[in-house]
């Protein structure tokens, strides 16, 4: 059993930032694919960033996310720049117990999830 809690979100203007924080339990951390999606209001939860070997970004948000990991802290990060109205969402981190060289995209594929935290942009 993996638990995830979010935190970090909040309120910010356009053009601010936001570091997001997954804290997961689990003693082979290092060994999970962890990911980061978001849903907004009336929409499906989509991918926005993965960490594997290699790290996955939706074209939304490449050039202004940074997902990074700690592995001596069992935490993920999400560094979000530049932030725009449409970023607006629960975010949800994921935690995904196949290791890959290439993290998926797909909610799917993830076996373990947090509880969201909330990301609100205003313009």
Not at 11 to 28: D, F
Not at 42 to 65: C, L, Q, W
Not at 95 to 114: I, K, T
Request: charged share 20%.
């Amino acid at each position: 059993q993996v638990q995830l809690v979010e935190s970090g979100g909040g309120l910010v203007q356009a053009g601010g930032s936001l570091r997001l924080s997954c804290a997961a339990s689990g003693r082979t951390f290092s060994n999970y694919v962890m990911g980061w999606f978001r849903q907004a209001p009336g929409k499906e939860r989509e991918f926005v960033a993965a960490n594997a070997v290699i790290a996955a970004y939706t074209d939304s948000v490449k050039g202004r996310f940074t997902i990074s990991r700690d592995n001596a802290k069992n935490t993920v990060y999400l560094q979000m720049n530049n932030l725009r109205p449409e970023d607006t969402a629960v975010y949800y981190c994921a935690a995904d117990l196949r290791w890959a060289h290439v993290p998926s995209n797909r909610a799917e594929q993830y076996d373990y999830w947090g509880q969201g935290t909330q990301v609100t942009v205003s313009s």
